[in-house]
């Protein structure tokens, strides 16, 4: 195999602008999972959340037309099963953990099943891609401009969404009270911080992101959807934010790691002669999760996990507290 043809100047501009690209679906939901996480609520629905919203994204834009409404309707299911993630485990103060998985094993099925309903036995339903938009003078820039300013508009809409809760994070006082909350419950509460209620928004906000990454993934990179197109970018996201020490601008550089090694196997597999090569293509497909998972056991065996949430997974209640 030619190297050349995956490290050259030309292909490694061309691999990392792809790398960025398929790491925002994976990107959007870590993030949002860290919103849920450092208010004290583990979401293992994650990877539910984002498959229903990778259906409900293209189901409207093939049938509407527009990319702009099934991207709203990917968020929309997403923020909706936060919601119910939220009642089960804020409202009813259910086991999180099982919570979590029912979520994903009903929104499992569901997909499959609406999808084989309306498509089953004909061809392969797709939509229109979306173009890429060369930003005005930062395209040119040696490098960098054609890996991050040669995009399709929904990557630039990530991109904004994962700062913006970032910001929000760090810089509001909503983001005190997450962190309030995911660390000492009880005293938040006595300071006039609505646990309920952050940890419902919280959950809502990683709805939504995971969500947008579904529509993400399917109309801005895939245009197809198929069964379990999520592809497990659930669970990764969730290990991600282990990884990046439930710190989002960590957590964005775990995925950007993911979506490199994603392209890599692609390229690679690509270059080495596709299905005619000698090495099964498993192998290839399983290089990116292999290497997030080795990098998420060496960061947790390194730093430990002093930097979790105190409350993380523990149902908040005052009589309990009191």
């Known amino acids: 195999m030619d190297w050349s043809e995956v490290f050259g ?22 993030v949002g999972e860290t919103v849920a996480e450092r208010a004290g609520v583990l979401n293992l629905g994650l990877e539910g959340m984002l498959l229903s919203g990778a259906l409900a994204s293209f189901l409207v834009a093939y049938y509407v037309g527009s990319v702009a409404l099934g991207t709203l309707a990917g968020v929309a299911i997403g923020v909706g099963l936060g919601a119910l993630m939220a009642f089960l485990s804020v409202t009813l103060k259910t086991e999180q953990i099982i919570n979590g ?28 891609g979306i173009p890429d938009i060369d930003v005005p003078l930062l395209h040119s820039i040696p490098g960098v401009g054609p890996v991050l300013f040669e995009q399709n508009a929904l990557f630039y809409v990530s991109v904004a969404v994962a700062l913006g809760v970032c910001l929000l994070l760090f810089r509001t006082r909503f983001g005190l009270s997450v962190s309030a909350v995911g660390e000492s419950p009880a005293a938040a509460e006595a300071m006039a911080v609505s646990v ?17 990454g579904g529509a993400v993934l399917v109309l801005g990179q895939l245009n197809v959807f198929e069964e ?19 710190n989002p601008l960590f957590v964005l ?10 392209a890599l196997q692609i390229r690679v597999q690509a270059v080495s002669g596709g299905i005619a090569s000698t090495v099964p293509t498993e192998i290839f497909g399983a290089l990116p ?34």
Do not use: H, N
Not at 107 to 117: C, L
Not at 253 to 262: N, P, Q, R
Not at 292 to 314: E, F, H, K, Y
């Open 253 to 262: 550089g775990g995925a950007f790691l993911f979506g490199f090694t994603d």
């Open 196 to 212: 309920a209620r952050t940890r419902w928004l919280a959950l809502l906000v990683c709805g939504g992101m995971a969500g947008l």
């Open 228 to 246: 379990d197109v999520s592809g497990g970018r659930g669970w990764i996201a969730i290990a991600l934010v282990i990884f990046g020490r439930w």
């Open 9 to 30: 100047p030309d292909a490694l501009v061309v691999l990392l602008s792809t790398s960025v690209a398929f790491a925002m679906p994976t990107a959007l939901a870590a």
């Open 101 to 128: 998985i029912a979520i994903v094993l009903v929104a499992q099925g569901i997909t499959i099943f609406a999808f084989e309903k309306l498509f089953g036995g004909g061809d392969q339903p797709t939509v229109a």
């Open 289 to 322: 999760y292999a290497v997030t998972l080795i990098v998420m056991v060496a960061a947790t065996v390194w730093a430990g996990r002093d930097a979790q949430p105190a409350a993380l997974g523990v149902p908040f209640r005052k009589e309990v507290s009191a």
